[in-house]
C-alpha cells in the first residue's frame, strides 16, 4: 500500500505525508513542510496493523509543533 496526502496543521502550514507499506510487514512515513528542505522519516522494521492517515499524523506531532518564540 502506498499513500500520499497534504494536511494544513497548526500554523497554517501545509504539510506533505506518505506512507508505504512493505510486503514484509515494515513501513515507511515522511512528513515534509511545504517549502522546508527537511523530510522527516521513519522507517519501522515491524508493524502490527496497516496505518491510516491519523496514524501517521500522529507520529510526526512532536517534529511538526509549532516553534514558539517565548522564553521558557
Given amino acids: 500500500m502506498h ?3 497534504m494536511r494544513r496543521i497548526a500554523g497554517n502550514r501545509l504539510v506533505k505525508f506518505t506512507y508505504l507499506e512493505f510486503h514484509d510487514g ?3 512515513l515522511t512528513a515534509q513542510i511545504a517549502g522546508h528542505e527537511v523530510v522527516y522519516s521513519i522507517i519501522l522494521e ?3 496493523r496497516s496505518f491510516n492517515r491519523g496514524d501517521v499524523e500522529r507520529r510526526f506531532d512532536d517534529e511538526l509543533r509549532p516553534i514558539s518564540n517565548e522564553p521558557r
Avoid: M, R, S
Fill in 26 to 28: 515494515g513501513a515507511f
Fill in 46 to 48: 515491524q508493524t502490527e
Fill in 3 to 5: 499513500d500520499e496526502w
